[in-house]
Nanobody, 122 residues
């Protein structure tokens, strides 16, 4: 059974930083591209960024470029989302997702986590 478990969410003031983690189990992590998505109240889920299965390719939404960084640790089957310069507009539930042989693009993804809340106050 594939499980993706996000952690690291919380509340932070504008300009602050958080690092989200997503621990994967039940799949061969090194062959899966990983993505981060978010969904704010009343809005559709949107792509934040992704990393390819090889770790060589990245893609980020324009709204987070230069502020967010994705990395992966295959030994720990974990993908990270480092978020700096947080803004109130970044407030959302953040989800990680996995795609077999994925290139870190917006989709499609095969597996999804349950999400972690990030709240940024002004």
């Amino acid at each position: 059974q594939v499980k993706l478990v996000e952690s690291g969410g919380g509340s932070v003031q504008a300009g602050g930083s958080l690092r989200l983690s997503c621990a994967a189990s039940g799949l061969l992590f090194s062959t899966h591209g990983m993505g981060w998505f978010r969904q704010a109240p009343g809005k559709e889920r949107e792509f934040v960024g992704g990393i390819s299965w090889s770790g060589a390719s990245f893609e980020y939404a324009d709204s987070v470029k230069g502020r967010f960084t994705i990395s992966r640790d295959n030994a720990k089957s974990t993908v990270y989302l480092q978020m700096n310069g947080l803004k109130p507009a970044d407030t959302a539930v953040y989800y990680c997702a996995a795609a077999a042989w994925g290139q870190g693009t917006p989709g499609p993804y095969d597996y999804w986590g349950q999400g972690t809340q990030v709240t940024v106050s002004s």
